[in-house]
């Protein structure tokens, strides 16, 4: 685990030193739902908005976002929520029962993990968590990271 959170601040270091810009486009991906079922972009609910948020279930602000967007869901109901952490499956259901009570029982909500480690050399995040809000034509709308993405999300989501 401490080897794949030293890769993960290494990658985010090299993608901050060469400046890399957010896709545009959603990037294409295979992600893990918590039943081990794989997760691409043709799994996608089509006509909808395209919520993804990189989350660690240690990081202090992924859990004051998580509260927040726990506690402002109506305004999210309209979106696919699609929430990828690198953690291991043990930990993820009592990360939700401490900061976001219910929040991956919704029916818009998928909490997957990045078992091929493809969420940041795809999406190029710059810390902890990374939000990405895609149109339903997959055109990237709002990019935040840190804290203050689901404040900022909140503002662009229902227009």
């Known amino acids: 685990m401490k080897f794949k959170n030293f890769l993960l601040v290494l990658l985010l270091a090299i993608t901050f030193q060469v ?10 991906f295979t992600f893990f739902k918590l039943d081990g079922k794989s997760f691409s972009n043709k799994d996608l609910k089509q006509g909808k908005q395209n919520l993804f948020i990189l989350f660690d279930c240690t990081c202090e602000h992924c859990q ?15 979106a696919n929520i699609y929430l990828i952490t690198l953690d291991e499956a043990y930990i993820i259901p009592q990360f939700f029962n401490t900061y ?17 480690q493809m969420f940041i050399p795809a999406f190029l995040p710059k810390m902890y968590p990374a939000m990405y809000l895609y149109s339903s034509t997959n055109k990237l ?17 229902n227009k």
């Open 141 to 157: 709308l709002v990019y935040n990271s840190g804290d203050g993405g689901i404040k900022k999300i909140m503002k662009v989501i």
């Open 19 to 28: 400046k890399a810009q957010q896709p545009t486009l959603l990037p294409q």
């Open 100 to 116: 976001a009570k219910g929040l991956n029982t919704k029916a818009n909500v998928t909490v997957m993990q990045d078992k091929n």
């Open 64 to 78: 004051r976002e998580m509260k927040a967007l726990n506690a402002n869901y109506a305004q999210f109901k309209k």
